[in-house]
């Protein structure tokens, strides 16, 4: 009897953990394929179990997404490790999404990187539903033209020192753009003048300065899209629910990236804390200050049910957004102009007539100058926004089911915009390889014929850049300044093709490189 029933109780054991194994790999499998379920329809290349097209976006760059619109449509799946997003490539398609059903659209999707970076959540740029809605509301205000021709005299003086002796040398131009960026936004945001972009003479370099800008660069260039960011980070692109564990006990472990981020991001919100805790008091004190953060306190005072949502880790978030988004992006959309316009000497020439027939060079443009006096200058940011689109994804995620270009996406697919591909479409933008600012002359043929939706850097509908006016004003003024000092070659230093990383924003990989000659006027 015993005999017969130890001869069961090995078979059954057997079973029960043949079972238990199929039953963990179905539930890992319905785990990694959930999300893929409601969008299968949707055209796409074939995914790799995990990595799903992460190993395509390593090897091709954000070019892909041009490739694959071409292949499959304006609207396709890419799945970045498990999770598919759809691809939204087209300019028709983006006005549905960004306008006309914004209802559906109005949050952003948090990727593996952010979800990473406790620091880069609660910002305008991921927080979500009414929260959003209340603190865009009480922010807004701060960037009407009324108040950004204020900030202009600010950003002259930042520019003027910044520009002030480039001498005939060598220069690191990305790197001084981020300086001069970081600045401007630090003075408009915090009233603190961080005094990294004066000339290295005036420096007070005690290594605190030189620190920040190194977390500050590295906080944001890690923030990436590919299979190179820390341990959890990709941990959270293949198996989400493993990130937020790993990451808590990486960050202990010295030496591991997740640790050095970590670090990294605490010193900076830490440093960040302080000044906008010593703003608030001040601001108390000073109720006429016009900086960002005592504008926010403003706003949420004037703005029903805004004090709920500015606590005050919110007001260092949305403060350290807006050195982060305020700085990185405005300096390597600079950076790209003077690249673009030294290697197309055409262009140089008519940018500088423009700036010479502006009227003497100590003349400083007021807001309506800006806006009126330069169309030239106008299509050369325009193009060279396109030629290289910053932010060549816009992430959103739909709050219900709804039918986007004959699909209909079920509640929380991640919907993206592909503001790159919209920049490269041959349809809007004929030999779109070739930068040719005149593309964008109101008068011109190809200006007119284009979609009004066909460029668009800085996003669409209620959620689009609320930095856009600030960063042209700075762009326009910057460029101004440069100009009439300066003409650009490229440094013996600098690589061709131009090398980008792709990031959440795109970055240089090694920097752009030129030489300043100065004017003889
Ligand atoms: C060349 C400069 C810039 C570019 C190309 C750029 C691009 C963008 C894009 C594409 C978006 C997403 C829009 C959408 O979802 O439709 C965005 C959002 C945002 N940008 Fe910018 N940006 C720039 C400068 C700035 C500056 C200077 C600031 C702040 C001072 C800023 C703050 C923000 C914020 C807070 C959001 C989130 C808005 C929201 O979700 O409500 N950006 N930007």
């Known amino acids: 009897m015993m005999e017969f029933l130890a001869n069961l109780v090995e078979p059954l054991l057997v079973l029960k953990i043949a079972l238990s194994i199929l039953v963990a790999a179905a539930g890992a499998l319905v785990y990694l394929y959930a999300p893929y379920w409601g969008v299968r329809r949707i055209p796409g290349p074939p995914a790799m179990p995990l990595v799903g097209h992460l190993p395509l ?23 970045l490790g498990r999770q598919p997003l759809v691809i939204v490539a087209n300019a028709d398609l983006c006005r549905e999404v960004g306008i006309k059903k914004f209802k559906y659209f109005s949050n952003r999707s948090i990727p593996s990187p952010i979800a990473a970076s406790p620091v880069h959540q609660k910002g305008l740029f991921f927080t979500r539903g009414a929260r959003w809605s209340t603190m865009r509301n009480a922010i807004v205000s701060i960037y009407q033209p009324s108040h950004l021709a204020t900030l202009i005299p600010t950003m002259q003086d930042f520019i ?17 753009s981020l300086r001069l960026a970081t600045d401007v936004i630090g003075k408009a945001a915090f009233g603190v003048d961080f005094g990294l972009s004066k000339p290295c003479s005036q420096r007070n370099e005690d290594g605190q300065v030189q620190e920040f800008i190194n977390q500050h660069v590295y906080s944001t260039s890690q923030v990436k899209m590919d299979l190179t960011g820390s341990f959890s980070i990709i941990l959270g692109a293949l198996i989400p629910f493993l990130q937020e564990p790993f990451r808590q006990i990486l960050k202990r472990i010295p030496g591991t990236m997740d640790w050095k981020l970590d670090r990294t991001n605490k010193e900076l919100s830490t440093r960040l804390d302080k000044i906008v805790q010593s703003r608030i008091k001040q601001a108390n004190a000073d109720p006429g200050s016009k900086d960002f953060v005592s504008l926010i306190l403003g706003a949420r005072d004037a703005e029903k049910g805004a004090n709920k949502a500015f606590t005050s880790d919110y007001i260092s978030a949305l403060a350290y957004e807006h050195l982060l988004a305020g700085s990185t992006t405005t300096s390597f959309t600079l950076s790209t102009i003077v690249y673009l316009v030294a290697g197309h000497p055409d262009v140089e020439k008519k940018v500088l007539e423009e700036i010479d027939g502006f009227g003497p060079h100590d003349l400083m443009p007021t807001a309506h100058d800006l806006q009126h006096k330069f169309p030239y200058l106008d299509q050369v940011i325009k193009e060279a926004m396109r030629f290289y689109t910053v932010s060549p994804l ?42 040719k600012p005149e593309r964008f002359d109101p008068e011109g043929e190809e200006e007119k014929r284009r979609h009004p939706y066909a460029h668009i850097p800085f996003g669409l509908g209620p959620r689009a850049c609320i ?15 440069l100009y009439r000092k300066y003409m650009f070659t490229y440094s013996p230093l600098m690589e061709k093709p131009l090398q980008i990383d792709y990031g959440v924003v795109l970055n240089f990989r090694h920097g752009v490189k030129v030489r300043a000659i100065k004017r003889d006027v």
Do not use: C, M
């Open 160 to 176: 003027a020192s910044a520009t002030e002796d480039l001498g005939s040398n060598d220069i690191a131009l990305s790197d001084l």
């Open 394 to 435: 816009v992430a959103r995620e739909t709050s219900a089911e709804v039918n986007i270009g004959g699909y209909v996406l079920p509640k929380g697919t991640w919907v993206w915009l592909a503001l790159g591909v919209l920049a490269k479409d041959p349809e809007n933008f004929p030999e779109p390889e070739k930068f």
């Open 57 to 79: 976006l390593a090897e091709h760059g954000p070019e892909i997404f041009t490739t694959l619109a071409k292949r499959y449509g304006p609207i396709f799946r890419f799945h």
């Open 467 to 481: 930095g856009q006016k600030f960063s042209l004003q700075e762009l326009k003024l910057s460029l101004i300044h």
